[in-house]
């Protein structure tokens, strides 16, 4: 690498430096302006060939190595509909970590999920390779493994995709997940509803006793009353009877809307007693896995490393040519 030389480039020291005899000054040279051409590029290049040889191997071999050392991971998909009125909590079930860890312990899927450290020859956990996983450490990694993706055709149709490094294990467990999220809504719903039902039975009572004690003649400190006076026969006034009428109707409105409510609930039952597979979401196409491997993509891997071993080899190349440069133009200076 060559320096172009201005006159303004050079300047004379004219401080006495120390160490020469009579105060005598040394000239120091100050390149200002430097110009790179293509061919000191190929220099360079050419020069440290070597080292970019070498460090675009390991990088190269180094993503090989990865990319045919981990374990490969098949894609297992399920497409389900989801009733309207339980999307959010299937969803909001697929994202939870307390429903996958009481998921993981139902199944008993730890030994499954962690099958390098289980030996299922002496059934317990090797101490060597990390010993027994914890609950919560099971959940986030499958939790991490399950995507949901809304269909473009609509009609509340997702699809569930589970990976695993075994296809038929894959498939297993996300059959079992999907029948999983569905059970938990429906116990879920059919527990909310038969609660409201018992509290709507007897706000029923409630009101049905209330109406009986309101027009029952003689009923204590409601005989003066002007619904009591009209249906016992006496005359209040065409007020008096219209304001009778309006009680009645709005207390039969009431308790219409407490018998509709009723049977609104009782149908949540009926619907998760006949249908229970069916209740929160309907299995369109079961599991299947993919025949080929998804992750990792090895073809990407390798490339990817090879780019990057070629792009830091470059890198360190033209480093240690400015070093060596600068270093030449420390010695001419002396």
Do not use: C
Not at 94 to 100: A, D
Not at 123 to 151: C, D, H, I, N
Not at 228 to 247: I, W
Not at 280 to 301: M, Q, T, W
Request: hydrophobic share 40%.
């Amino acid at each position: 690498m060559q320096y172009r030389m201005s006159e303004e480039s050079v300047r004379r020291v004219t401080e006495p430096e120390p160490g020469l005899s009579g105060g005598g000054s040394r000239p120091v040279f100050f390149p200002q302006d430097a110009e790179v051409s293509l061919f000191e590029v190929k220099d360079i290049l050419l020069r440290e060939r070597g080292l970019i040889m070498v460090v675009t191997l390991l990088f190269t071999l180094g993503a090989a190595l990865y990319a045919f050392s981990t374990k490969p991971l098949s894609r297992s998909s399920t497409l389900v509909r989801i009733q309207k009125d339980r999307g959010n909590q299937a969803q909001a079930l697929l994202r939870s970590t307390f429903f996958f860890e009481d998921f993981v312990r139902s199944e008993n899927l730890l030994p499954l999920i962690f099958s390098d450290r289980w030996d299922p020859v002496a059934g317990v956990w090797q101490s060597g390779k990390g010993g027994e996983p914890s609950l919560r450490e099971g959940a986030r990694l499958l939790k991490g493994r399950v995507t949901v993706a809304r269909q473009k055709i609509g009609g509340g149709l997702v699809k569930v995709v589970l990976e695993d490094s075994d296809p038929a294990l894959a498939n297993d467990m996300l059959d079992r997940l999907m029948r999983r999220v569905n059970e938990a809504i429906r116990l879920d719903e059919v527990d909310k509803a038969k609660r409201k039902i018992a509290y709507l039975r007897q706000q029923l009572r409630v009101h049905d006793s209330l109406q009986v004690a309101r027009f029952t003649p003689g009923s204590a400190g409601l005989t003066g009353s002007l619904p009591m006076k009209a249906l016992s026969g006496e005359r209040p006034g065409v007020f008096g009877f219209l304001h009778a009428q309006m009680q009645l109707s709005a207390s039969s409105i009431e308790r219409q809307r407490l018998v509709d409510a009723i049977y609104y609930h009782e149908g949540i039952v009926m619907q998760a007693s006949i249908a229970p597979g069916e209740f929160a979401l309907k299995v369109y196409d079961p599991a299947e896995s993919s025949l080929e491997s998804v992750h990792p993509e090895r073809a990407s891997v390798v490339v990817l490393g090879f780019a990057g071993g070629l792009f830091s080899s470059v890198f360190l190349a033209f480093t240690r040519g400015f070093f060596r440069q600068r270093r030449g133009v420390d010695s001419s200076m002396l």
